[in-house]
Nanobody, 123 residues
Framework: QLQLVESGGGLVQPGGSLRLSCAAS????????IGWFRQAPGKERERVSCISSSDGSTYYADSVKGRFTISRDNAKNTVYLQMNSLKPEDTAVYYCTTKRGLCVHNIGRYDYWGQGTQVTVSS
């Protein structure tokens, strides 16, 4: 059974850092793109970052560019999202998701989702 499990969320002060993990089971990450989306209360789910399978190309939303870094460890079947210089507006539930091949913008193209992990940035 294909499963994604996020971890690493929590409460952090503005300017702080967190590293989210997305551990995959039931399939091998090598052939899949992994995306990170987030959803704040009352807002639509938005794409934050993504890393493609074949060439390792990455995508970052403008709002996180220069602060967040996505990476994958195929040996551990895990994708990470390093989040630095966190801002209150980064507060949201963060989800990882997957699809075969390359990253795309259309949320409907992603097949499997984790349960989400809460990130709260507050002083």
């Amino acid at each position: 059974q294909l499963q994604l499990v996020e971890s690493g969320g929590g409460l952090v002060q503005p300017g702080g850092s967190l590293r989210l993990s997305c551990a995959a089971s039931g399939f091998t990450l090598n052939y899949y793109a992994i995306g990170w989306f987030r959803q704040a209360p009352g807002k639509e789910r938005e794409r934050v970052s993504c890393i493609s399978s074949s060439d390792g190309s990455t995508y970052y939303a403008d709002s996180v560019k220069g602060r967040f870094t996505i990476s994958r460890d195929n040996a551990k079947n895990t994708v990470y999202l390093q989040m630095n210089s966190l801002k209150p507006e980064d507060t949201a539930v963060y989800y990882c998701t997957t699809k075969r091949g390359l990253c795309v913008h259309n949320i409907g193209r992603y097949d499997y989702w984790g349960q989400g992990t809460q990130v709260t940035v507050s002083s």
